[in-house]
């Protein structure tokens, strides 16, 4: 204690954890017109951000109600943060992407 009163403890900063752990298998939510092709418009991005194959089994199709747009989980295996952001960034510039999560 001082005469000014209670000495006062700086702060303990916490560890933050990442949101994120890597290596992880980070599921992409891409939207787009129901129009041919886009499914496979969107398996090509992936392939060439990702440098390999997509397998069939790593992107599942919603289409939505009325059948104008079409949903796409796309699953893929991440190494880093710095990955997730450089796809969000293509995905942000394809013109045929409506909406992503």
């Known amino acids: 204690m001082t ?9 303990v900063e916490e560890e933050k954890k990442p949101l994120i752990e890597y290596p992880t298998v980070y599921t992409f939510k891409v939207m ?5 092709g886009f499914t496979e418009h969107v398996r090509e991005l992936f392939r060439k951000l990702m440098g390999t194959e997509i397998s069939p089994d790593s ?10 747009y079409v ?5 893929v295996y991440l190494l880093s943060e710095e990955h997730r952001r450089a796809i969000y960034a293509q995905l942000h510039q394809d ?4 909406y992503y999560l």
Request: glycine share 10%.
């Open 3 to 11: 005469k000014e009163g209670p000495e006062k403890t700086p702060p």
């Open 32 to 36: 787009g017109k129901q129009e041919s």
């Open 59 to 68: 992107i599942h199709e919603q289409p939505s109600t009325k059948g104008k």
């Open 95 to 98: 013109e045929r992407v409506v």
């Open 71 to 75: 949903s796409l989980s796309v699953s």
